[in-house]
């Protein structure tokens, strides 16, 4: 059993993990600015920023991971980006230093959007950011770097794909991650190794074009396939068949986001 702070917690990722988390027996504290509506008694709200240090210091104190999710979850302008996601960013990481958490950093596969499906290749592929905000993750993963080499700090920065219940897009077919796998990466990124992990936030999806691996270094066993899902998923693209879905081919990872003007709101 973990205590664990979720910031962000009243956002769409925050909201489906937590119970899961809880029902693993983990005790939760939960930061965000508004509260989260599946908040129970036994959990420990904070209404707060999380760009605001004391609060940060203070919330994190005591606990055995800091799993850090808020941010906007898409493109706004450069001081947005900066202001929000960068800032929490470093806050998260001297709240968790100083409290002798872990980490675990909300990357995005939009750090490194711009590389094609199909060259995605074994392993981490470099940063291609799409988009300020994909920017922001690359800005993410860095100070995960320095933080875990300065201070010795256990960090997982997961590239989070394309987070809900079950995949909403053709796209999705490949980069789908569910809530039960997302909390299982939760659960690796408590014992993870010292240093930063970058990793992929994705099921075991049959159609994937990412690697697992670096995610099973750290203890990362997803157990939820896309494929479970096509017959639906067919039939809401209106598609005859899940054989109609067409395959993601070399179109880059960071999708619309690639084609979305840089600093306006969105997509």
Do not use: C
């Not at 409290?99 to 291609?128: C, E, I, K, N, Q």
């Not at 494929?227 to 960071?254: N, Q």
């Amino acid at each position: 059993m973990a205590e664990i702070l979720i910031t962000g917690a009243a956002g769409a990722i925050g909201t489906a993990v937590a119970p899961l988390l809880r029902d693993a027996g983990h005790r939760l504290r939960l930061l965000d600015l508004a509260p989260p509506s599946g908040a129970t008694p036994d959990d420990d709200v904070r209404i707060a920023s999380a760009t605001d240090d004391a609060a940060m210091q203070d919330a994190a104190r005591g606990t055995d991971l800091v799993l850090h999710l808020a941010s906007f979850a898409s493109e706004r302008s450069w001081r947005d980006i900066v202001d929000v996601n960068v800032e929490s960013t470093r806050v998260a990481l001297d709240a968790a230093r100083d409290a002798g958490a872990a980490v675990l950093l909300a990357s995005s596969v939009h750090a490194a959007g711009f590389v094609p499906s199909d060259a995605a290749g074994d392993g981490m592929p470099r940063t291609r950011p799409d988009t300020y905000y994909g920017f922001s993750k690359v800005a993410a993963e860095a100070l995960g770097d320095l933080y875990a080499d300065r201070f010795g700090m256990r960090i997982v920065s997961a590239r989070i794909m394309t987070f809900g219940d079950r995949p909403p897009t053709a796209r999705s077919r490949s980069t789908w991650l569910s809530p039960a796998d997302f909390a299982r990466l939760v659960e690796a990124a408590l014992t993870a190794p010292f240093g930063n992990s970058v990793v992929w936030g994705v099921s075991a999806n049959s159609r994937r074009t990412v690697d697992l691996e670096p995610g099973r270094a750290i203890g990362y066993e997803p157990q939820d396939d896309a494929e479970a899902h096509v017959v639906e998923l067919a039939a809401e693209l209106g598609l005859a068949s899940p054989d109609d879905i067409p395959p993601v081919g070399s179109d880059p990872l960071g999708g619309v986001f690639t084609d979305h003007p840089l600093g306006t709101p969105g997509p």
